[in-house]
């Protein structure tokens, strides 16, 4: 299997090891990004493309009396104008079919989409949507999610009984027993709030009429081949017919599936037969984007004296904001995704996914696992406070180990997690802080420690399959291309698929590229969600590799007269075992190109893991490979101002295999200052459905000012996954998953104050800190 190959062959039997992993290698499209030569959808500018825009609601809930284009059409420039008179009224969505193109009824939340204009400019543009007259009836609205849940709240969705979107329950053990049989119960609340990807790059879409009545789109999205399927559908189009070009992503973290002005750039070049640009301004995309989910999480957990854990039982209700893109997706991860980091062996969980007149939710970093991580870790901590137990030892003696299967039929086939707690512990020097006299004065330090869990693939996510296929072309000139349907957003998996690639076949990374993703080229790609891209489609990456290194051998051997088992190809030169100098592999292909008529050579790989969709009972392996990590915060507070910086920031995580050191250490420090900026700042501050704060100017951002004084340190360990690229695992999520809870822990380890709803603020610590 691709994880136990640790070491290459290179000429006369000397084994060395990995020629390109490992390494610290720059992002191979670096200085395009630095230079400014990147090009991303914003940029792109084509003959007669029209500017589109989007007028959107300024009430949480009304009733669409009348909408007068009249005085906008006149403007000069203005192409197109459309509302949902003009658009089919037919519902779908990602999960729920609780999406139309345009309303012509009602609008549910301040920004849902009213109509939208395509005009010559983007001024023109902009002033014809303000001159769009339209009469709104408001109607009552509800803005909290457990008041939505109240009878007789307004409904959202009048054909609906009540504003549940989703209900999710697991339930395996018998819980209510193991409770009753406990010697520790806790029972506590916890709330995360909503808050913003803040990507560079906002929401962008440039739709372009096609040959033969086809659509090109140029999309900024994680989903490229998903989104065509999807638009398809809105579009009520053959896929076929839909052409989705993936250039340079600023950015993702979630937020970049399905997304309405995409379609409206579609609808509007079908309509004039010009190339239409649609791009967020910041205020569209903190009004409109699909912000994280928030949840009240209230947790039950009972324990033996000796600190086993018996029984766990959740409730949760989710916020989905006006339209189901994937919060109850997000809703269910968070409901039992953390049962496989620990040896349960009672739980129950209940999920409520419930309509809000608010800004629709959806997919970030952490993906509800996030959510349920800072209650999970948050409630540990504290009953090792209150029964002087060892936060260390006691994740240590509860958490999953390899070989091991959990609740719900998960099976940890690599597991450093043991590990990375003793790393984490060792390099932070834990236990002499924590035995360490506070310090006098006003200024307290503390230091608090969370584990965590993520998969690397989540088999429920789409339910026609799981898995990732690949080409490798190697062409005359010995230089190789991998095309993939994965998604770069700008964490670096290009590189990484071409280190897998080079590593695969015997090439140095300077002379292998992947392709950007385009769905009439690239294989169907599910793209980038629960941290897949590395394990699923980098393994696909692989096998495709070893397809053309299989080819390049024969050939090799026809061509130079040599058995294949004398050859050995590593950096780029091709070594046989009866003579010392090497023949370049540029050489080699050229000569072999032209005995195949100027052919490449191409490779193709599938990855189709052991995966299955879980039973009625939320039963079965869901994942190939399962990440983990420990993360220890230090943080200092301030008594008198309630103030907390953030001091140092360990991190240890079992990534499987390093592929690219660089990149994994990026996304280590990215996924703990992002995890750090919600933890202790962050905040889509919300009153009566208007966000007060869509901007950064009031939208509290770490900056560089804010980032831990110290340093991040991050460690990695190898536990080698038998279904990953050279053993690798993802990273992207993990690395976010445990701050807010190991922060928190800090925070109370410092003041002895318990902030269980995020942010954690200085008002809120202050108040603790005088409540006693």
């Known amino acids: 299997m691709p994880g136990k190959r640790n070491v290459l062959k290179k000429g006369k039997g000397e084994i060395m090891k990995f020629s390109n992993l490992g390494k610290e290698t720059p992002i191979l499209d670096g200085l395009e ?139 395996s053990g018998d819980v209510d027993e193991a409770l009753a049989g406990s010697d520790i119960i806790f029972e506590e609340t916890y709330k995360t709030n909503q808050v913003y990807q803040a990507y560079m790059e906002p929401m962008a879409a440039v739709a372009v009429p096609g040959d033969y009545e086809r659509l090109i789109m140029w999309l900024s999205t994680q989903i490229p081949s998903m989104s065509r399927l999807r638009y398809a559908e809105a579009l009520q189009m053959c896929a076929e017919d839909l052409r989705i070009i993936k250039p340079h992503v600023g950015g993702g973290f979630g937020a970049k599936f399905e997304y309405k002005s995409h379609i409206l750039a579609a609808v509007l070049t079908r309509r004039t037969g010009l190339p239409v640009r649609m791009v967020n301004n910041r205020e569209e995309d903190f009004r409109a984007g699909n912000p994280r989910v928030p949840m009240k999480i209230w947790v039950k957990l009972g324990l033996s004296r000796d600190g086993t854990f018996l029984a766990k039982d959740t409730r949760i209700i989710a916020g989905n904001g006006a339209r189901t893109v994937y919060a109850p997706a997000i809703t269910s991860t968070a409901c039992y995704r953390i049962d496989s980091l620990y040896k349960f062996k009672n739980v129950r969980s ?26 999970m870790e948050s409630a540990l901590d504290t009953i090792c406070h209150q029964y002087d137990m060892d936060p260390i030892k006691l994740r240590q003696h509860n958490g999953v180990t390899p070989g091991f299967t959990s609740i719900h039929g998960w099976e940890i086939k690599s597991c450093a997690l043991e590990e990375c707690l003793d790393k984490a512990a060792q390099e932070s ?108 489609g980098g393994r696909a990456v692989y096998e495709a590799a070893v397809n053309l290194k299989k080819q390049l051998l024969e050939h090799i051997s026809r061509v130079y007269e040599k058995e294949t088992d004398q050859i050995t190809i590593n950096n780029g030169n091709i070594y046989f075992d009866d003579q ?80 690219n050191r660089q990149t994994l250490e990026g996304q280590v420090e990215g996924g703990v200052i992002m ?65 807010p809870a190991a922060i928190a ?28």
């Not at 071409?498 to 009439?520: F, H, Q, S, Y």
């Not at 990590?629 to 295999?657: P, Q």
């Not at 950064?696 to 690229?725: Q, R, V």
């Open 33 to 171: 990004k630095v230079t400014g030569r990147a090009r991303y959808v914003p940029d792109l500018k084509m003959e007669g493309m029209l500017y589109g825009k989007v007028l959107r609601s300024p009430y949480p809930h009304a009733r669409l009396v009348n909408i007068d284009t009249t005085k906008a059409a006149r403007v000069p420039g203005v192409k197109d104008i459309i509302t949902g008179k003009d658009v089919s009224q037919h519902r779908f969505g990602p999960m729920v079919p609780d999406w139309v193109i345009l309303p012509d009824d009602k609008v549910r939340f301040h920004g849902d989409e009213v109509a939208a204009v395509a005009a010559s400019s983007e001024e023109a543009a902009a002033e014809a949507v303000a001159l769009i007259e339209v009469e709104y009836e408001e109607l009552p609205a509800v803005y909290d999610p457990e008041l939505a849940l109240e009878e007789g709240a307004p409904l959202l969705y009048e054909e609906k009984d009540n504003n549940i979107a989703a209900t999710f329950n697991v339930h």
């Open 350 to 375: 209940t999920g409520y996914t419930v309509y809000t007149n608010t800004i629709p939710t959806s997919c970030f970093r952490g993906f509800g696992n996030a959510q349920m991580h800072f209650a």
């Open 429 to 536: 020097n834990w236990y002499e802080k924590k035995k360490a006299p506070k310090q006098k004065g006003p200024v307290k330090k503390g230091i608090g420690v969370a584990i965590c869990n993520h998969v690397s693939g989540n088999r429920p996510f789409f339910k026609p399959f799981d898995g990732s296929s690949a080409l490798v072309r190697l062409t005359p000139e010995g230089k190789a291309i991998v095309f993939t349907g994965e998604a770069d957003i700008g964490q670096g998996m290009n590189t990484a698929f071409a280190l897998i690639a080079a590593e695969a076949v015997g090439l140095n990374v300077k002379n292998v590229r992947t392709a950007a993703v385009d769905t009439d080229i690239s294989p169907f790609g599910l793209g980038s969600f629960a941290t897949r891209g590395s394990t699923i």
């Open 580 to 659: 010392e100098k090497p023949v370049p592999v540029a050489e080699a292909m050229q000569t072999i190109s032209y005995t195949l008529g100027g052919t490449s050579l191409v490779g193709q790989g599938v990855f189709v893991p052991d995966t299955v969709l879980p039973d009625e009972n939320k039963y079965g392996n869901v994942s190939p490979a399962y990440p983990f990590g420990c993360h220890i915060a230090e943080v200092e507070v301030d008594t008198e101002t309630g103030r907390t910086r953030l001091l140092n920031y360990w991190a240890a995580h079992d990534v499987g295999r390093v592929i």
């Open 675 to 739: 995890g750090a900026g919600w933890a202790l700042g962050e905040d889509m501050v919300i009153n009566d459905g208007v966000l007060l704060n869509p901007n950064f100017h009031d939208y509290c951002l770490p900056t560089a000012m804010d980032i831990p004084e110290g340093h991040i340190y991050s460690y990695f360990l190898e536990s080698e996954d038998p279904n990953g690229p050279f053993g690798a695992k993802g990273i992207g999520e993990p690395s976010l998953n445990p701050v």
């Open 745 to 772: 822990n800090a925070v109370f380890d410092a003041v002895g104050v318990r902030v269980k709803t995020l942010p954690i603020t200085p008002e809120k610590i202050l108040e603790g800190l005088e409540s006693g």
